[in-house]
Nanobody
Framework: QVHLVESGGGLVQAGGSLRLSCAAS????????MGWYRQAPGKEREFVAR???????DYAGSVKGRFTISRDSAKNTVSLQMNSLRSEDTAAYYC??????????WGQGTQVTVSS
């Protein structure tokens, strides 16, 4: 069983920064990629960023240039540095672990609230 534990959410003013972290209970190199999704109230869950086993990164257009995803392979963690936060970034953020085959794994979510 794979467990993902997120941390780092909270309340921040617009223009501020937060850093989210996700710790996996398994070697992340066994998976295709890890990433972050978010879901705002009344909206569908949406892709935010991901990093592949090879280190390639991909971002949603709305966060490109403001968010940076990174990983610590030794600790099996993935982090999301979020800068220049906006009120529209307010959402529950979920860590995602995507295997080469089979179903995805998800964390329990961490709330990010940006006040304007």
């Amino acid at each position: 069983q794979v467990h993902l534990v997120e941390s780092g959410g909270g309340l921040v003013q617009a223009g501020g920064s937060l850093r989210l972290s996700c710790a996996a209970s398994i070697n992340i190199f066994r998976f295709d990629y890890m990433g972050w999704y978010r879901q705002a109230p009344g909206k569908e869950r949406e892709f935010v960023a991901r990093i592949t086993t090879s280190g390639s990164t991909d971002y949603a257009g709305s966060v490109k240039g403001r968010f940076t995803i990174s990983r610590d392979s030794a600790k099996n963690t993935v982090s999301l540095q979020m800068n220049s936060l906006r009120s529209e970034d307010t959402a529950a953020y979920y860590c995602n672990l995507h295997p080469y085959t089979g179903v995805d794994f998800w964390g329990q979510g961490t709330q990010v609230t940006v006040s304007s």
